[in-house]
Each structure stands twice: as C-alpha cells, then as structure tokens.
T-cell receptor, first 113, second 114 residues
Framework: EADIYQTPRYLVIGTGKKITLECSQT?????MYWYQQDPGMELHLIHY???????EKGDLSSESTVSRIRTEHFPLTLESARPSHTSQYLC????????????FGQGTRLTVV | KNQVEQSPQSLIILEGKNCTLQ??????????LRWYKQDTGRGPVSLTI?????NTKSNGRYTATLDADTKQSSLHITASQLSDSASYIC?????????????FGRGTQLTVWP
C-alpha cells in the first residue's frame, strides 16, 4: 500500500470559495505531481515539483496554484472555485526518473455548485 | 505528438474467462511502460512496469507484454474475478526530460459479470 494521502476525498463547495486540496507522502519522494481527471478520460498533468521550492505547470492549463515548502507536502489551491473546476484531482509521487514507480493518492472528487 | 491509445474502450466478460487489453503508443524516446488498475473513484494502482529490454512481466493473474519495435503492449488477465472490474490504464514514460513525463491512455473499462 502506497503511503500517499489526499484530503478531503470528496468536496462540494459553492462558486467563488477558496479551497485547498491536501496531499502528503511519507516515502521521502522528491517528485510530486497533480493530475486532473474527468470521468472516462485520461489523466492530465496540471502541476509538478522536483523538490522543495520547485513547482512547475503541467500540460493542462489550470487556474490552481501549488506550493512545495516541505518534501512530504504538496497542496493545491483554488483561489475562487468555479463549476468548470469540477473534476477529480489525483496527487502522485515518485522517487526519481526512468523506471521509478509512481504512486497515486486516492483522489479528491471536487464539485463546485 | 506523444500519444497512448488503448483498445477496446470497454469490455464485458464473464467471471472465470480470460481477456486481453491493448495499448499502442507513439511516445519517443521511450523509457518505460506501466499498466495501472483504477477502481471507480480511486487513484490508479500499479500492476506492472516494463523497460525497453523487457518483453513480458507477470503479476499474479496479470501478464503484460511489450513490443518496443512496433510500440505495442498488451495486458492479459487470466481467470477473471469480479474484483477485476475496473479501468485499466496504459502509461508510457519518456526519457527526453528530467521529469520522465508520463503519458496516459484513456483506459479500458473492464466489467466482469458473475
């Protein structure tokens, strides 16, 4: 069982609210990722980090922001939620490059009403 | 353009039967190929990971094959169980960047009926 955790699992929130999705891993991995996944669709990379104080935008444009102050923690923030942000958000981490295993959290299902 | 295509999109089989899922990719330069199982509403869980030099890898009732020349992979499930009902995702990693970017297929939705 992978040691990567996401909270909350489910979140229903009103338009305009600020939200933070939490992701923590206890494996000491340097690389962490945020993916967005709509039902029946592939995962799209929205943010990634090589390590502390490193954050980069992914392939899919997102209005969210991330921070990496500690190795184990990679929170994602939406300053003003909109219905178009409704989706599943998956956090992942890996030890390094090449054939390193990528471990995924359980995901956060976000619904903005 | 780096892409991963999976087929079929969905599949229904009876419990105890075998099935094979397909994955074609155009990712280059190739680093490795992974198969993940994703239960509804949950994060993907790794089944197998194969590098360029590996042709086949097994994990219990799951056997993955890789043909790096034709850029094709398959996942064979033997003696299916009800708990095998899930989405199976093919993921290909490139080695053209420090990140080792992951390219995801849309998955094959497998349903096992009793």
């Amino acid at each position: 069982e992978a040691d990567i955790y996401q909270t909350p699992r489910y979140l229903v929130i009103g338009t305009g609210k600020k939200i933070t999705l939490e992701c923590s891993q206890t494996m000491g991995h340097d690389k962490m990722y945020w993916y967005q996944q709509d039902p029946g669709m592939e995962l799209h990379l929205i943010h990634y980090s090589y390590g502390v104080n490193s954050t980069e935008k992914g392939d899919l444009s997102s209005e969210s922001t991330v921070s990496r102050i500690r190795t184990e923690h990679f929170p994602l923030t939406l300053e003003s939620a909109r219905p178009s942000h409704t989706s599943q958000y998956l956090c992942a981490s890996s030890e390094g490059q090449g054939a390193s295993e990528a471990f995924f959290g359980q995901g956060t299902r976000l619904t903005v009403v | 353009k780096n892409q991963v295509e999976q087929s079929p999109q969905s599949l229904i089989i009876l419990e105890g039967k075998n099935c094979t899922l397909q994955c074609n990719y155009t990712v280059s330069p190739f680093s490795n190929l992974r198969w993940y199982k994703q239960d509804t509403g949950r994060g993907p869980v790794s089944l197998t990971i194969m590098t360029f030099s590996e042709n086949t890898k097994s994990n219990g009732r799951y056997t993955a094959t890789l043909d790096a020349d034709t850029k094709q992979s398959s996942l064979h499930i033997t003696a299916s169980q009800l708990s095998d009902s899930a989405s199976y995702i093919c993921v290909v990693s490139d080695r053209g960047s420090t990140l080792g970017r992951l390219y995801f297929g849309r998955g094959t939705q497998l349903t096992v009926w009793p």
